[in-house]
């Protein structure tokens, strides 16, 4: 590989241009988060040009003026990522215009709002923390390449800015740095991370199936949004879905860990007798 190939710079140039526009990027609930109108639609995934589109058509609540500046929230950008999902489902803009304000009619305005918060966004615990290139070399040395920069870009791991990558998940960094450190090859590292996420999706999906038919299909119906006071009382109570879920889950998964970690050792001891009985 050419040394120029290599360099911090042409690296990061190719990990922008592999980047997910803002995907598994989670914003936080705990403060209210303001943006221009460019970083809204780039925070989305989106354009100017569709923020005020959909502004125009009042899909989008207007901003609140700053001098000559609109400044946008959380809100906006949860209406935004609702918009966009029920575009790629094939939906027009005026279906999802008159969707929007047939839930509206007789809810408060403010709890839809904030209930469209709590489903679009999972609040990230950790502060992200930012790497250079050195940094990199530094933490896992030989086993950063092109190739395995990129795969942790597509996993949300790294996310490029300028000439330095945002980390997240520095828990999930510090882990990865640790388990090269031990010798486990960062390549191996991502590609069983990739395996495990995709079982963590399934065990996701099964919580909120729950959650979704326990405390809306029962109530409401299996196509139908809850009303009343009962918006603002589930958005409050799914911005504490991932508290809960967590602790289930490190729970159980310290169970089988310890049992499987348990069965490994046992194995292993009943193959060393087995070959100390074979040379007696």
Do not use: C
């Not at 936080?28 to 970083?39: N, S, V």
């Not at 949860?78 to 790629?88: F, T």
């Not at 980390?167 to 010798?183: F, Q, S």
């Not at 009382?233 to 991932?242: C, D, G, H, K, N």
């Amino acid at each position: 590989m050419s040394s120029s190939r290599k360099s911090p710079a042409a690296i990061l140039r190719r990990l922008k241009q592999s980047a997910p526009d803002g995907k598994g990027e989670l914003p936080e609930l705990e403060k209210r988060q303001e943006f221009t109108i460019d970083q809204l639609a780039r925070e989305a995934g989106s354009t100017v040009r569709n923020v005020r589109a959909y502004q125009d058509r009042g899909l989008l609540p207007p901003p609140e003026k700053r001098g000559r500046t609109g400044i946008y929230t959380d809100v906006h950008l949860a209406r935004l990522k609702i918009i966009g999902a029920l575009l790629e489902r094939g939906y027009t803009l005026n279906t999802i215009r008159d969707l929007l304000s047939a839930w509206e009619q007789g809810r408060d305005l403010n709890d839809i709002l904030g209930l469209e918060v709590a489903v679009t966004s999972w609040q990230n615990p950790e502060v992200p923390s930012y790497k250079d290139y050195q940094d990199l070399i530094d933490d896992f040395g030989e086993d950063i390449t092109p190739e395995v920069m990129t795969k942790a870009v597509s996993l949300g791991y790294m996310i490029p800015e300028g000439m330095r990558l945002r980390v997240p998940y520095p828990r999930i960094y510090n882990a990865g740095k640790e388990l090269v450190e031990n010798g486990v090859p960062l390549d191996a590292v991502l590609t069983h991370v990739r395996l495990v996420r995709q079982e963590v999706d399934k065990l996701a999906e099964r919580f909120i199936d729950m959650i979704v038919e326990h405390l809306v299909d029962e109530k409401y119906g299996p196509n139908s949004l809850p009303e009343g006071e009962d918006v603002a009382r589930l958005a409050e109570f799914i911005t504490r879905i991932r508290p809960l879920a967590e602790a289930v889950v490190n729970d159980e998964l310290g169970r089988v860990l310890e049992k499987s970690i348990n069965k490994v050792l046992v194995d292993r001891l009943e193959n060393v007798l087995a070959h100390l009985e074979k040379h007696h």
